[in-house]
């Protein structure tokens, strides 16, 4: 007789009940459909601005339609992760990537965090293999990852005794640690212990960057003699290979150090080029048929991770179902309130459950698991698989390594891997050096195209994409951030939302991500041209003073449900507007400066910042604060800004002509025009504010000049 545990389903996929969200969001679209109506109709008795904010108009109503249709049917996963333990099968091996660049700007005492919660993960640890990347082919980097492993063989033991939720040392004993219900003298004793030894690596991995170690360079080091960062042979080293294989209580899974080869002459594609060496590496090693992928400043905080993503992953019908299972980030030390509008909780909340209630959002680049077979191109309709696995075809897309050959048909052809058990990393390290050439690359397969890390395989028509989206707080505020799921119950949860410690990553708007904030939310109906809006007196007024209620009593509501505050939501109001005037803004410029071929798309490592164990307030109230310098993308907001107080003042001062015919200046312009200037709030204080918290003087001047050369062209076309 079959278990009857194992035949019960790995997840559910429920649907949320959204009637009232539906209906107000149906509501809000007929509103936009009559105000454009509205304007149709009228055009002969307006002039130019009618236009203008017909233009306007339709965009707003052309974005919500998208809107509305994204969130239509929002889904979430429901993942038993012990219901894959149940079924008694035997669990498949899952390689990890970690991805590291500088050892400046991502300190490497991240990098060592985020692998020591890869390896603690609570999953059989000869499935396990963690490759690090490092592009900055940094001896202080590899020395870090030596010292972690050591300290792995304490660690990991420990975690997995005291079943600790948050694997991660440098956030572990952030936390309030010793928990009243775990105050063993035994536990009490190892805790201590394991604590001295965390600040102890600590410690000399802080000397080493000083370079109070001498690294000499000699043994094992002597491959990072005189190499230049942009110009070395590639480097691949295994720190630790797990010997127990078959012995899932064997201590510390396998630790490699990969940094790829780098020409001046060969692009070396950032992300993208360093995920597919890691593919390819990873292939002859151990090649296990899921990936899962993490940036260096990043930990995962469940550390029943790979479980949840294999109740997606094989509890699918069929394996074309689901390409990757992909965790939403969370930022863990935020500051209150969003003051930057950057966690994109309500976005991944409402959004991200919608889409992927469609076809599943996009890979965002980090903390996913995904299938090896669909990175290597196997498409949904290959039924017919033998055709694509001659020798011929292989080498057309895989290159001229004969292992790398053979283990890509190996999971192509879904066979087993003849060399799971006993591994012996260090044979394959000549056939890995091989294949982490950069000419590599070029001969053989480019399976993550996109410069930040993309895969372009994943998307393919009929593939559907599925998100683990039980939790949904991702953001930005601080660097560092983490993969996680909500359970209520889940001490990570209170770990996760301590309050603010760091200031986070920089305030400028200048650093926004331009990639990931979509638009979805532009509002419609707020003008920033003060020209453009509706006087009193209108028939119509009422239609967008109704959106404008609606529309705010909306995303307010969203924000409550989703446990905020109504100040996060005024916060991430402004900062969307804000953001489209900034970082979108100069996004499009650069968009159109590549396709010109005017220039090229730069990336640039974002600078991490470094974890500190004690949770206390580093006392800093500015943390909040906006930030400015020299940057030209501050022009254009610090322009509307001072178009909008410039017709503010004169209205006030009563030097403006009354509305006429709906063209002039009424109540209604007043009010968009302050609503422009209370989410414009922080740069105002810009203008008065001192050194970095002011904006330059260079930018003030060159934002006067297009605001007065505005205004008069305003004034131009309003009299012609
Ligand atoms: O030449 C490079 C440049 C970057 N990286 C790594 O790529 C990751 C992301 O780089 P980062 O500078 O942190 O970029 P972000 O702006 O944080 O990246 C966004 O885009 C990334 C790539 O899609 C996603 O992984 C992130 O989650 C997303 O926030 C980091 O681990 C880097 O070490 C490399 O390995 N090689
Ligand atoms: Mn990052």
């Not at 926004?512 to 020209?531: C, H, I, S």
Request: contains cysteine; aromatic residues 10%.
């Amino acid at each position: 007789m079959a278990n009857p545990s194992s035949s019960l389903p790995l997840y559910e996929r429920v649907t949320r009940k959204n009637t009232i969200a539906r209906a107000i969001e149906l509501g809000i679209l007929s509103l936009l459909l009559c105000l454009l109506a509205y304007r149709i109709l009228s055009f002969q008795d307006h002039g130019f601005s009618w236009l203008l904010a017909f233009l306007c108009e339709s965009w707003f109503a052309f974005i919500w339609v998208l809107t509305v249709s994204s969130k239509w049917n929002q889904v979430e996963y429901q993942t038993y992760p012990q219901r894959v333990l149940q079924r008694k099968l035997e669990l498949p091996p899952v390689d990890m990537f970690v991805t590291t660049a500088d050892p400046v700007l991502e300190p490497p005492i991240l990098t060592v965090n985020t692998v020591l919660s890869l390896l603690a993960l609570d999953y059989p640890a000869d499935k396990l293999a963690c490759y690090v990347s490092d592009d900055g082919g940094s001896p202080l980097t590899f020395y870090s990852l030596v010292e972690a492993s050591k300290f792995a063989k304490l660690w990991v033991p420990f975690c997995k005794k005291y079943s600790i939720q948050v694997r991660a040392p440098f956030r572990y004993f952030s936390g309030e640690s010793m928990s009243s219900q775990d105050i063993s003298p035994l536990f009490q004793q190892d805790w201590k212990k394991m604590k001295d030894e965390y600040e102890q690596l600590c410690q000399k991995i802080e000397d080493a960057a000083k370079g109070s170690i001498p690294c000499e360079l000699t043994g094992e080091f002597a491959d990072f003699k005189n190499i230049q960062r942009r110009n070395h042979a590639s480097i691949v080293k295994v720190i630790w290979e797990n010997k127990e294989a078959g012995n899932a209580n064997g201590v510390v899974p396998h630790l490699v150090y990969i940094s790829r080869e780098k020409r001046p002459k060969h692009p070396h594609h950032f992300k993208a080029g360093a995920m597919n060496v890691l593919t390819r590496v990873s292939g002859v090693m151990t090649n296990a048929p899921f990936m899962l992928n993490v940036d260096c400043d990043m930990y995962v905080n469940n550390s029943q991770i790979v479980l949840h993503a294999l109740c997606l992953l094989m509890g699918m019908k069929s394996d074309k179902d689901c390409a990757f299972v992909q965790f939403p980030q969370h930022f863990y030390d935020g500051l209150k309130d969003h003051p930057f509008g950057n966690q994109l909780v309500v976005l991944i909340e409402y959004l991200g459950r919608g889409l992927a209630g469609i076809q599943g959002p996009f890979y965002g680049g980090t903390g996913c698991f995904h299938r090896r077979k669909v990175i290597y191109g196997l498409s949904p309709f290959d039924e017919e698989i033998s055709g694509k696995l001659s020798d011929e075809n292989l080498q057309k897309t895989f290159g001229s390594s004969m292992e790398f050959i053979k283990s890509a048909a190996q999971i192509l052809s879904e066979s087993k891997s003849t060399s799971s058990s006993p591994h012996n990393l260090l044979s394959f390290v000549e056939a890995a050096n091989q294949i982490a050439a950069c000419v590599y690359e070029y001969d053989g397969l480019d399976l993550w195209i996109d410069d930040r890390g993309r895969p372009h395989r994943t998307h393919n028509p009929g593939k559907r994409l599925e998100i683990d989206q039980l939790h949904t707080d991702a953001a930005r505020v601080s660097g560092l951030r983490a993969l996680r799921r909500a359970c209520d119950d889940d001490p990570a949860e209170k770990v996760g939302h301590r309050a603010s410690r760091n200031p986070g990553r920089p305030k400028k708007p200048a650093h926004f991500d331009t990639t990931r904030e979509a638009p979805v939310q532009a509002m419609p109906g707020l003008p920033v041209d003060p020209a453009v809006g509706l006087a009193v007196g209108e028939p119509a007024p009422s239609i967008p003073v109704a959106i404008f209620i609606t529309y705010n009593l909306y995303t307010l509501f969203e924000y409550l449900q989703a446990g905020l505050s109504a100040r996060a939501w005024w916060n991430n109001q402004r900062m969307w507007r804000i953001t489209a005037m900034t970082a979108w803004l100069f996004g499009v410029f650069s968009v159109i400066l590549k396709l010109l071929g005017l220039s090229e798309t730069v990336f640039e490592v974002t600078q991490k910042e470094q974890p500190s164990t004690n949770g206390s307030d580093d006392g800093n109230a500015d943390v909040g604060r906006f930030t400015f310098n020299e940057s030209p993308i501050f022009i254009p907001a610090t322009t509307v800004l001072l178009v909008n107080l410039t017709a503010l003042v004169i209205a006030i001062l009563g030097f403006w002509p009354a509305a006429r015919g709906g063209d002039g200046w009424g109540i209604g312009e007043m009010i968009f025009s302050s609503c422009v200037v209370l989410c414009l709030w922080a740069f105002l204080k810009g203008l008065f504010g001192k050194g970095k918290y002011g904006i330059p003087l260079a930018t003030v001047y060159k934002s006067g000049a297009l605001a007065l050369l505005f205004v008069n062209l305003s004034r131009w076309t309003s009299m012609g």
